[in-house]
């Protein structure tokens, strides 16, 4: 019994670190907006670098990425639930919080900034991991610098998560966890997609590239 109260409370705990909408503070703190009237109206960092600028996307974006994090390193070790299944289930309960906020009607981001900090946690308690994260990096740098689209690119990384999960044998958990996140980041960017095939998606200046790139 006191084993299922601590994973139902990690679970809860979890997907409320994941509910919290960060973007949607920041457009308040910074400017006094509601960051979903704005822009793509999307509650992401990618919106928030548009909307904002530079300072509160990257502050959104740590944050959103330290909340899959913490799902996975911290809680798990504070309840004393040291095994995979639970980083795991930690995990995808954060991703679940970020994708559908209890504190904005259960409409939230696209849970690609925390579904990262998720791998980047399990790189943590699961050293073998750290090939599949970087590998998927890779692809996501690549697409972005060769196409120029930050949603292609999550997309595309994101369907060969489980792939590159299943090329270096992970445990079948694992593997679902990969499939589970590229269904959630395709859901999620069903808008985008759209976007990309009427090539309407909008246009960001970005002078590291010296170019003009599509997110």
Same mark, same amino acid.
């Given at each position: 019994m006191l084993q299922l109260i601590k994973i139902l409370f990690g679970l809860g705990l979890s997907y409320l670190l994941g509910s919290i909408p960060t973007a949607y $503070?920041?457009?308040?703190?910074? @400017?006094?907006?509601? $960051?979903? =009237?704005h822009g793509s109206r999307n509650v992401g960092a990618t919106n928030v670098f548009r909307v904002l600028g530079k300072v509160p996307g990257t502050i959104v974006l740590v944050i959103d990425i330290l909340k899959g994090v913490l799902a996975v390193a911290? *809680?798990?070790s504070f309840l004393g639930l040291e095994s995979n299944i639970f980083y795991i289930l930690f995990g995808m309960a954060s991703v679940c919080g970020h994708n559908w906020t209890v504190f904005l009607n259960f409409k939230g981001g696209k849970g690609v900034a925390t579904s990262l900090g998720v791998l980047i946690g399990l790189t943590i308690k699961i050293i073998s991991i750290r090939a599949v994260l970087a590998l998927a990096v890779l692809i996501?740098? #690549? *697409?972005?610098? #060769? &196409? #120029?689209y930050v949603s292609l690119a999550s997309i595309v990384s994101v369907i060969f998560l489980p792939l590159l999960m299943? *090329? &270096?044998?992970?445990s079948f958990e694992l593997v679902v966890l990969g499939v589970v996140f590229c269904v959630f980041v395709v859901i999620r960017h069903r808008p985008n997609i759209q976007r990309l095939l009427d090539? @309407? =998606?909008? @246009? *960001? @200046?970005m002078p590291f590239l010296k170019k003009i790139v599509k997110f």
């Open positions: $503070i920041a457009g308040k703190f910074y @400017k006094g907006i509601d $960051i979903r =009237e911290l *809680v798990s996501w740098a #690549g *697409v972005f610098i #060769g &196409f #120029g299943l *090329v &270096f044998t992970h090539g @309407k =998606e909008s @246009k *960001v @200046k």
